[in-house]
Every structure is written in structure tokens, then in C-alpha cells.
């Protein structure tokens, strides 16, 4: 009765409403325009009036809609109180389905939609290169095919010859050059922790620095670390020292070198994660010394990646150096004067990439492998190892104090040194660093460095015969000298990477690849939570979202993860090579980091969202609670369970796209009812899985009262989606949720207490078969009795024979020749991991995912819990297949080192492909004229191998240790456990290993003929797939997921500014608060982005993909992602320090593997 008399209410009032409508249209039709210009055209006039009406009845009919739509919602709001509190019954949504739809939509025409802004550009003049070889002198795979690796003693430079030279190949017209260049090399957390460091040694350095550099005439000094200049400059510095360093910089006493906040490591570090640490270190010169570095210093890390030269160049710097090569290729390119070097990137045709590089040619950084070949000498002109200062030299012949006496013979003897280190470059200028480890702590080495040197200096310049020029300098002052007498065409072009890297004999340092995985696996979690928060801050920010003040909040949270992020890309800090306490203090600071990136996204989603205020809120307020919950940091993190009942019958999930294109996937969320159903953001019902939840270390077992609910999403790009998931009446029927089939082998010991939704199999006898695994129409799994996988069948029905197993390496133990923290050194191959049999396995299939968890227990050796899930997601139709490994070394494992391996038929030969710290891919061999362990390399993010049929490609969410040892075989390193030293420095074994978990993607994908696009096949590098590229995007940079309980008044939540969605454009960063400066000095604050455009593979891989995942241009119009006039968009380096000129209409364009910077200039005018 009352439904009739609410609708009687309804449309009386839309009779009233219409009646007003047509007496004011007809009102209108009367009136005249109360003024009237001289002059007018009649037909204007009508045409006038005629627009003036219909604007009136479009107004009119507006208001008479939100009338009619109040009294609808009334309507339907007494109407669902009437009821029970679920939502309408409607037909659910299948993927497919939930897919086409938002597919259907984004090909919608929109009448009032403006053109996208193009601008004129030529791909043809990129500098990509891939159906030729680029010609290069030095091809770095070429010179490892054509050496032999022999180890022949050199004599006092062991590892080269005995050097010579002609006295008459200097006169005074063509003097020797030679640049002192006194450093410090700090590093950020080894041996003792970063602010251990800093309060035992590094402070000393700068109090001494401002005092010493004033003292003498002409003294420099380089210093890289801004990491402990920024401490310094904020906890000690006073304002007298830090206007002393000021103008020791201005005046080239000083030189910043790189100024990184850290020097990072070039093997795991992800290029994201290099981006970010040289942004940090650039931002805060630029912002406290006001200047720009030009010459980057890299003289640590443990081998060298092409990809770090790129991003120097595109920071703004001119030439870079670097020492830990090598030593075998060190003595191939010293014999040819090829120690300097443009360095290339693989792709590039034209020489537009290439990085000016100086390679040091001996043994280490220190003063006795710096002056000359010979040692023993040179260790005598380290006056910090003069008697009674605590260190002497190893050779046995301390330095003595340069006196009118000594300084003849003195002098020619370290002339010596420098004129046969000349002979191995090309020009007459050299450079003799003179500094090592924590170098200038104390006032009386500034003494006896600075002023033994500078009698040296002045003697030698005063001697016309010698021919030579000393003085101290900085990087600056080398290169600008070298750069005047040889031109850069004279120098060699070089191509490829320096991995991996051997100081001697076969000690090959392919062991820190994976030392400490569960601290690389943090700092990709890590690395995509900075990125998540820094790019929805700068969303909110420039959305005006937030206050002002909130705004700061944001920013000092990101600033303060983004810190530790980059401490972490240190070469001891990623690598795992520093002691046990150094390496938990950095995952302390790393855990609080997720949790600053965390709190800023959660909040910032919040205001986004555009929910109720809060009043009397503080910056640590939780909103939105982020499921993934880090209760310690050396734990692996848990899942938020999701309590329904009767007080609390629906919460939302809230999903956050941090990637510049529109994300398909099947996510699962933990729920404490399987009596739930799932509602997308516009309130439809979807078809949801539900699953039981299977948990355990050694062991397997359902978890009681949670369960795994699984649902497709689409999340626009850098947007905000909302679903619900809600409590269903059990005994109502069920039309929403499929409950996956439940089988589980050899343990007929189980109690299973499922609900009885679930179809349970449980065999009682023990498994000898293999079984197959399948998620709808996705890959089909077969999988042998130890729940390894055995073959993958495509969805087309294809069979691919994959073998998986697990593997493990013994460490040589002969005296100073074992594995450890650097080092891998195996005693022979791998051993087969030989678990107990009859492993418990447990299936558990539906209609989104179907997951296989087996538990491989091998005593006193490892336990590992498998679970491997295959996923039905139409967008993605190649076959891949996620694994997840969680492990633990046992602690009584004595030199365990973990491997998986994949052994396919893929005929590669000798030939694979691995990335370069996740930016792009190069081609690898395996060399039987090489020992185990330099067959092994930094695998970042992916690896490939590929025949003439098909490609397969693993990709990982933790950078590890790899190598293809044998035709069709790939492996990867999963943990190591090694009771010694390597001799290395760290003084400790690696003993530390906790539980860990890694993720991994196999993709099987078809060869595609005829290919018109195809790669040279003799090319050094490779790339990704598009469906490979998206899985890996994927991968790195998770969905966050967060939960809310809405308020009822809450509006109807989701964020989207996003207008544009290309697959092979990465957003690297999206920062606010940006400094920048200009050409004319002046600084500019703003926001900057950066974006790299993906060279994709076309020879492989589904065609269909891209036709979900569609693939751009190259042109970015920057107000498609972010509201900002065109005149206030300029390019800019890749750390904003930098402005270039403006941008035309905004539109940023990308060739294949460019990548290109823009600052957007928010600075108020007075």
C-alpha cells in the first residue's frame, strides 16, 4: 500500500514538473531582448532568440531531472528498507564479460572530447637500431668470444706486463699532465651502520675538510656520498662551515662528483631505484649548494651495467668513471689504449646515448694500485701509512717524509709510476687518484697527504727537463684537460656491460647477486610503494585535494621512504655484502619506510576519493587500511582478512593503479565467510571465486574461518577504483559465487573441516602420477608426483615439456677459495635437492585461478612450500603460470647454495638473454672456457631464452643470481647459507637467512611467421614481449589494495584523471615539490615526470594482447595525466635539476627506449 502511494507521488510530480516546463518555454516565446543594438540583422535576431529558448528549456529540463532523480533515490531508499539489506538480485558478470565492457566503452566516441595533440615526429631520425648490428670498436660480447681467460703473472702489475716507455716522448711543448685528486671513499653502512659511520669517521672529514682546503695553494678534493653531507649539513654543520663548504664549491676546491645520494650498486638495483637515489642526492645539491654535478665517480661496485651510463647522461653529466672490471678484460683494453671510452648503449645506432668513461687499469681504487703498476712504490707516496699512524704497507717498505734530502729520488720514483700509467692511455693527461676507504677522518693525514704532495708538485714543475705539469685537481679539472688536447672522435666507442666482475684468480663475484634475498624482495616492495605514494601525493597535490599543509605532510612521508630507498641501492647495502647488524639496520629503516609509503598513499587515496572531512586530523591518521601488513622486517608480510557479519555486512576494496595504463587483472582478497558476493563500482553483481585457504612452513594445512576470494578488475591508469564485497544469505541461492574444487594427495592423515560447498577429493593412496591443473580455458598445468612442473598446455592446446626442479651447490673449501657474501666459488655442479618423498600436495581449481601448494621438506638441508597458479585472464592468452616460492636454509645447512632450474627443448645453444636492471635486455653466452660461476648473472626483473618455435621468459619479483648452463636450461638462485669469509672485507659468512618468498612468471609464447620487424640475429641486445612486458609491469608494481568501510553518506567513490593508457610508456616518476633551475640561475619549483617509451618484440607473442594493451605513439600530452597550461611545461633532466626548453603544446615525444623528463613550473610570481 505504501509502494502505491509513493508512486502516485512520483508521477503527479512529473506531470507538475512537465506543466512548468511548457508554460515557461511558452513565457519565453513572448519576450523580447530589453536592449537592442543600432543595428540588426533580422535573421540573426531569430536565430538568437531561437538559441536563447533552447538554453532556457535545457536549463529547465536539468532541474526538472534532479527533481525526478530525488524522488527516485527516496523511493528506492524506503523500498531497500522495506527489504533485506542485500543487494538486487541481477544476473553476475563473468571476466570476460567485466572485461569487453570497459573494452566497449574506451572505443565509445564522445561528441565534446577535444583531439589529442600531435606533434610533428619523425621516428625515422631515433636512434634505435635493430634490424642492423650498430657498429661500435668494443663490443663487449665480441671481446669475451675472442680473449682467452688466462691468468699469466705480469710481474709488480701481476695482472698486466712489465710496462716501458721513451724518455723523449715528452718535451716542453708536450708536457705530462698529471692530476692529484685527493677523495674519500665513504660508504653508507658496511662494516658499521650509516650513522656509526658518520659519528666515528665521516664528520671528522667534513669538519677537517672546510678547515685543511684553505691552508695550502691550489688543494682540491672530490666527494661523492650526499647521503652523509646532507647529514652532516643538517645535524653538525654551523653556519660558518656550511658557508666555508659553499664557497670551497663555488670557488672548484670542491668538487660534488655524481652526487647520488648513495653510490649504487649496478647489478640488482633496479633503474627505478637509480632514478630515485640520484634524484634525491640532485635535489638536495641543487637546493642547498646550488649547483648541478657534471662528472660521476664510480669506483666500488662489483661490476658495471650499461644501463647506469644512460642515466648519468640523461642526469646531465658529461663523463664518469670507473674501476671494479674485470682484470683480464682490464689488460685486453689497456693493451690497446681502450681504457677510455664512449660508452653506448646496445640499441643505439647514431652515438646519442654515448657517456664519456675512464677506467682505472689496476687492481683497486687505493693509493698502491693508483700511482703506477709497480705497488710496492706507490704504497710509499701514501703518506697516511707513514710510521706511527696505525697502517703500513703490505710490501714492506713504509713511505718516508719528502725532505730537500730524499725529494730527487723521491720525485723521479713516483714520476716514474705516472709515466708508465700514461702509456696505457691516449693522451699526455693523467689522472692519479689519492684517497681509499674513510680517508682525511683525522687532521694529520689532511698534513701529511697535502703538503708531502705539494713539495713533490713544486719540485717536479721546477724541473724544465722532466717535461711534466703536477698539481691537484678534481674530475673537472681532468677531463676539461684531456677533452683540450684529444678530440672525442679519437676515442673508441664501446658497447655491452662489465658482469661479472673478477679481481683474481677465478674468484668471480656472482655470489652477491642473490646473498640476502629477503632484503632484495624488500626493496622492490619498497621501491613500489615510494613510486605508488610519490605519484597519488602528486596527484592529490596538484588535484588541490589536500591542504596545503597536508600537502607538506605527503611530501616529507615520501621523502622520507624515498631516503631510505635509496640508502638501500648503496653497493653494500642491496648486494647483501655488509655485517649482520649494518643489514638490519637498513631492513629497520626500510620497514619504516613501507609504513611512511603506506600511511602518505592511504591518505592521500582518501582525499582523492573526495570523502567526508575529518576534523582534527593528524598525519597519522588511518583512512584506508593497506592490505599488506609488515609486522616485522624480517618477516614475511600477511593478508588482511576481511570480517563479515551481521553488524558489519560489506566492505569496500579500494584499488589503486600506480601504471600509466589500464590494468586487467584477477586479484584475491582474504575473507572470513565463503557466504560473500562481490559488487563492481557502478553495484553490479560479478561471479566471484571463492577458495579455502591453504597456510603452513613445513607443513600444509587449511586455515580455519578464511578464505581466498578471487575476482576480475579493470583499474583505469593512475586512477581509483572501488568494488564491494558483501555478506550473502546462506541459505538464499546462489547465483554469484563458484567455489573452487579441492583435491589433495598423500595425506590421508588430514581432517578436512571444509564447508560443504567445496568438492573435496582425497585419495587415500599415495600419488604416482602426474596431474594436471587448470583454471577454466587458461594454461593447463601437468605437474608430476612431487608437484614440480612437467609441461605447459596453451590455451590453443599446444604442449610445451618443462621440467622444474630444484638444485643444489656445495662451496669450494680450499684456503682463500670459497663461496661467500661476494663470492660464488661452487666445489662442483649442482646437486640435486632431494626432498622427502610424498611431499603433501593439495589443488585447488576454479573458475579465475587454480593454484597447486606442495610442501618439499629435505632435513638439515631446506624447506620449500611451493604454490604455482595458473590464471584465467583473457587479456594476457599466452601461457604463463606464476610460482611462489617461501623457503627457509636450514640453520644447520653448512654451505648450501639454493637453485631452481627450468629445463625446456628450446634450442638457444649457447645463446640467452637477461635484463639490465630492469630497463632493457642483453644478449648473454654461456662460455665453456669459463668456470661455473662466471657462467652466472644479475637477473634484475627478466631473463629469456628463445629458438626458432618459441620463447621462454622468466620474470622475478626479487633481483637474484642466474645462469643457462646447459642448451634449453635456465636457473635461478633462490637463497645461499656459507659458513666463511671470502676475504672480501666483511669478515663474516652469510648466516642470517630468514624465511623468504619469491615471485616468478613463466610465459610460453609461440614464434610468429612470417616476422617483418625481426632484430639483426647477430644484435647484443633484446627485448621483451608486449604480454612479457605487462606481466613484468605487473609484477613490479602491484595493485594496492586497500579496505574501507564507507560512511552511508559517503558519495560514490573512484578517482580517474588519466585520459590516455599506453602500454609501452612507463611512468618512472611523478614527483612534487620539485627544485629546477634555469638558464639564467634563477631556481623554479614544481612538479616533474618521467617516461620511458619500451621497445617491444614482435616475433613472438599473441597478436590479441594488443588489443587490450594498446601500444602508444610515442607522444605523451601531459595534460592527459595532469592539469597544466602548455606554457608551463618544459623538458628537464632526468633528476629536474636541469631546465631545457619549453615544450611544444605539451606533448612529450618518445623514441623506442627513450627516456625523457619534464618539469612542470608551479613557482609563484611575487
Not at 651495467?305 to 689488460?331: C, E, F
Not at 705497488?375 to 710490501?395: A, M, T, V, Y
Request: with cysteine; charged share 20%.
Amino acid at each position: 500500500m505504501r509502494i502505491r502511494r509513493l508512486s502516485a507521488v512520483f508521477w503527479a510530480t512529473c506531470i507538475i514538473a512537465f506543466i512548468f516546463i511548457l508554460y515557461v518555454v511558452t513565457d519565453l516565446s513572448f519576450k523580447l531582448p530589453s536592449i537592442k543594438p543600432a543595428v540588426e540583422d533580422i535573421d540573426n535576431a531569430k536565430w538568437s532568440a531561437f538559441e536563447t529558448k533552447l538554453r532556457h528549456i535545457e536549463n529547465e529540463l536539468n532541474k526538472h531531472h534532479d527533481v525526478v532523480g530525488e524522488i527516485k533515490s527516496a523511493v528506492d531508499q524506503i523500498v531497500e528498507k522495506s527489504q533485506e539489506y542485500y543487494p538486487p538480485q541481477k544476473r553476475p558478470k563473468v571476466v570476460k564479460e567485466v572485461y569487453n565492457e570497459v573494452k566497449q566503452r574506451e572505443f565509445k566516441p564522445v561528441a565534446d572530447e577535444p583531439p589529442k595533440m600531435r606533434v610533428p615526429f619523425n621516428v625515422s631520425t631515433c636512434p634505435i637500431q635493430k634490424q642492423t648490428v650498430p657498429k661500435t670498436d668494443i663490443q663487449m660480447l665480441s671481446l669475451y668470444d675472442r680473449i682467452m681467460f688466462d691468468d699469466i703473472d705480469g710481474g709488480v702489475w701481476k695482472q698486466g706486463w712489465n710496462i716501458e716507455y721513451k724518455e723523449d716522448q715528452w718535451n716542453h711543448k708536450n708536457k705530462l699532465k698529471v692530476f692529484i685528486v685527493p677523495h674519500s671513499h665513504n660508504d653508507p653502512g658496511w662494516l658499521k651502520t650509516f650513522e656509526n659511520y658518520y659519528k666515528t669517521q665521516t664528520r671528522a672529514i667534513f669538519t677537517n675538510m672546510v678547515e685543511k682546503l684553505n691552508e695550502g695553494v691550489g688543494r682540491k678534493f672530490i666527494w661523492a656520498e650526499i647521503s652523509y653531507l646532507a647529514l652532516w649539513w643538517t645535524n653538525d654543520a654551523t653556519d660558518k662551515e656550511k658557508a666555508a663548504f659553499q664557497n670551497l664549491v663555488k670557488n672548484n676546491k670542491i668538487e660534488i662528483v655524481t652526487g647520488g645520494w648513495v653510490m649504487n650498486d649496478e647489478a640488482n638495483s633496479h633503474w627505478l631505484s637509480t632514478i630515485q637515489q640520484l634524484t634525491t642526492g640532485h635535489q638536495w645539491c641543487i637546493d642547498n649548494l646550488g649547483i648541478i654535478p657534471k662528472n660521476a665517480w664510480s669506483i666500488d661496485p662489483f661490476g658495471y651495467s650499461s644501463s647506469q651510463p644512460y642515466l648519468l647522461k640523461l642526469a646531465g653529466l658529461d663523463n664518469s668513471v670507473i674501476q671494479r672490471v674485470h682484470y683480464r678484460v682490464k689488460k685486453e683494453l689497456a693493451s690497446n689504449r681502450q681504457l677510455e671510452f664512449k660508452w653506448r648503449q646496445l640499441w643505439d645506432g647514431v652515438g646519442k646515448t654515448d657517456m664519456f668513461t675512464h677506467m682505472f687499469p689496476f687492481y683497486s681504487y687505493d693509493v698502491p694500485h693508483s700511482c703506477g703498476p709497480d705497488p710496492k712504490i706507490c704504497c710509499q707516496f701514501d703518506f697516511k701509512r707513514l710510521p706511527g699512524n696505525g697502517i703500513s704497507c703490505p710490501w714492506g717498505i713504509a713511505p718516508q717524509r719528502i725532505t730537500q734530502k730524499n725529494i730527487q729520488e723521491r720525485a723521479l720514483l713516483i714520476l716514474d709510476q705516472w709515466r708508465k700509467k700514461a702509456q696505457l692511455y691516449r693522451s699526455n693527461v693523467l689522472l692519479f687518484p689519492l684517497g681509499d676507504d674513510f680517508r682525511y677522518d683525522r687532521s694529520n693525514e689532511w698534513d701529511n697527504q697535502y703538503q708531502n704532495y705539494e713539495q713533490l708538485i713544486d719540485y717536479i714543475n721546477n724541473k724544465d727537463e722532466w717535461n711534466a705539469e703536477i698539481q691537484f685537481g678534481t674530475l673537472e679539472d681532468y677531463f676539461k684537460a684531456l677533452h683540450a688536447e684529444v678530440k672525442l672522435t679519437d676515442f673508441p666507442v664501446l658497447s655491452g656491460d662489465f658482469f661479472t666482475y673478477a679481481d683474481r684468480n677465478q674468484h668471480y663475484w656472482s655470489g652477491y647477486y642473490t646473498s640476502r634475498p629477503f632484503y632484495k624482495n624488500m626493496d622492490r616492495v619498497l621501491l613500489a610503494y615510494v613510486r605508488a605514494a610519490e605519484i597519488i601525493s602528486s596527484q592529490a597535490i596538484s588535484s588541490r585535494s589536500v591542504t596545503h599543509i597536508m600537502s607538506l605532510q605527503l611530501r616529507d612521508r615520501v621523502e622520507q621512504a624515498r631516503r631510505s630507498l635509496s640508502l638501500f641501492q648503496h653497493h653494500d647495502g642491496v648486494t647483501g655484502t655488509s655485517r649482520d647488524n649494518v643489514r638490519e639496520d637498513y631492513a629497520k629503516k626500510m620497514y619504516m619506510a613501507i609504513k611512511y609509503s603506506q600511511s602518505a598513499i592511504q591518505q592521500a587515496a582518501y582525499y582523492l576519493l573526495k570523502q567526508p572531512a575529518i576534523l582534527d586530523q593528524t598525519q597519522d591518521d588511518v583512512y584506508l587500511d593497506v592490505d599488506d601488513v609488515w609486522r616485522r622486517h624480517d618477516e614475511v608480510p600477511a593478508r588482511i582478512t576481511v570480517a563479515l557479519d551481521v553488524v558489519s555486512p560489506s566492505r569496500k576494496i579500494v584499488l589503486y593503479n600506480a601504471l600509466a595504463f589500464r590494468r586487467y587483472e584477477v586479484i584475491t582478497v582474504y575473507v572470513s565467510s565463503p557466504h560473500v558476493e562481490v559488487f563492481d563500482p557502478e553495484g553490479n553483481p560479478m561471479m566471484a571465486q571463492i577458495s579455502p585457504v591453504v597456510a603452513g612452513e613445513k607443513r600444509l594445512a587449511f586455515a580455519a574461518n578464511k578464505y581466498q576470494l578471487s575476482f576480475p578488475v579493470v583499474v583505469e591508469p593512475l586512477a581509483i577504483t572501488m568494488y564491494t564485497v558483501a555478506l550473502r544469505d546462506s541459505m538464499s541461492i546462489n547465483k554469484y559465487t563458484s567455489y573452487a574444487r579441492v583435491r589433495v594427495y598423500n595425506a590421508d592423515y588430514w581432517n578436512i573441516d571444509l564447508p560443504k560447498m567445496f568438492p573435496v577429493e582425497q585419495p587415500t593412496a599415495r600419488l604416482a602420477e602426474d596431474v594436471t591443473l587448470q583454471a577454466s580455458n587458461s594454461t593447463r598445468l601437468v605437474v608430476n608426483m612431487n608437484g614440480l612442473i612437467k609441461a605447459i598446455v596453451s590455451p590453443d592446446g599446444t604442449t610445451v615439456p618443462l621440467h622444474m626442479d630444484f638444485v643444489q651447490y656445495d662451496s669450494h673449501r680450499g684456503k682463500d677459495n670459497n663461496s661467500g657474501a661476494y663470492l660464488f666459488i661452487p666445489a662442483g655442479p649442482a646437486e640435486p635437492f632431494r626432498p622427502d618423498g610424498f611431499p603433501e600436495l593439495v589443488l585447488v581449481e576454479g573458475m579465475y585461478r587454480a593454484t597447486l601448494y606442495s610442501a618439499l621438506n629435505s632435513p638439515k638441508n631446506a624447506d620449500v612450500v611451493l604454490a604455482i597458479s595458473v590464471v584465467n585472464n583473457p587479456t594476457l592468452p599466452h601461457s604463463e603460470v606464476e610460482i611462489s616460492n617461501t623457503f627457509m636454509i636450514d640453520p644447520q645447512a653448512d654451505n648450501l647454495e639454493l637453485a631452481m632450474r627450468f629445463s625446456t627443448d628450446i634450442k638457444n645453444g649457447d645463446t640467452f638473454y637477461t635484463d639490465l636492471n630492469g630497463m632493457h635486455m642483453i644478449k648473454r653466452r654461456y662460455f665453456d672456457k669459463l668456470p661455473l660461476q662466471a657462467n652466472y648473472y644479475p637477473l634484475s626483473a627478466a631473463a629469456y631464452l628463445e629458438d626458432e618455435r618459441n620463447r621462454l621468459t622468466l620474470i622475478t619479483s626479487t633481483p637474484l643470481g642466474m645462469g643457462a648452463l646447459q642448451p634449453g636450461q635456465i636457473e635461478v638462485m633462490q637463497d645461499r647459507r656459507l659458513s666463511k669469509d671470502d676475504n672480501r672485507g666483511m669478515a663474516q659468512g652469510v648466516l642470517d637467512n630468514v624465511r623468504t618468498r619469491h615471485m616468478f612468471k613463466i610465459i610460453i609464447e609461440n614464434a610468429n611467421k612470417p616476422c617483418q620487424v625481426k632484430t639483426a640475429a647477430d644484435h647484443p641486445s633484446g627485448q621483451l614481449t608486449l604480454g612479457a612486458h605487462v606481466s613484468q609491469q605487473y609484477l613490479l608494481q602491484p595493485l594496492v589494495v586497500l579496505h574501507y568501510t564507507a560512511r552511508d553518506d559517503s558519495p560514490h567513490a573512484g578517482y580517474s584523471r588519466a585520459t590516455s593508457s599506453a602500454a609501452d610508456v612507463v611512468l618512472a616518476a611523478y614527483t612534487s615539490h620539485i627544485s629546477t633551475k634555469n638558464k639564467d640561475g634563477s631556481v623554479l619549483h614544481g612538479m616533474g615526470m618521467t617516461f620511458q617509451r619500451v621497445y617491444l618484440e614482435q616475433c613472438y607473442g599473441s597478436n590479441e594482447i594488443s588489443k587490450w594493451y594498446h601500444v602508444g605513439d610515442g607522444q605523451v600530452q601531459i595534460s592527459e595525466l595532469v592539469d597544466a597550461p602548455s606554457d608551463k611545461i618544459f623538458e628537464s633532466s632526468l633528476t629536474f635539476v636541469n631546465l631545457k626548453s619549453q615544450l611544444p603544446h605539451g606533448v612529450v615525444t618518445l623514441c623506442p627506449q627513450e627516456i625523457r623528463s619534464v618539469f612542470i613550473n608551479q613557482t609563484l610570481k611575487n
